[in-house]
């Protein structure tokens, strides 16, 4: 589920909560409303912190001199944790 279902669920639950004027005796549709609209935040807090999670990136560099020639050595390394 993304922030997409999300928003989704928060529309759905809107709709059911506030819009619809309907009686069923086994089911309380505004309940079932606030219930989907709590749900569609839960998913689009979620799906929000998983994303900026994965866009890390470390970057590594060092430096030094080859033994061997005396020359200065520069290296740097870059990691994505993207999946």
Known sequence: ???GSGIFLVVVGAILAFALNV???WIDVQ????ILMGAGVVV?????IFMLRRRQTTTIRRGGV???TGERIQEQRTRSDDF
């Open 31 to 34: 309940l079932v409303g606030y």
């Open 1 to 3: 589920m993304g922030i």
């Open 23 to 25: 009686q069923v005796s």
């Open 66 to 68: 080859d033994p061997a």
């Open 44 to 48: 689009f807090i979620l799906s929000l």
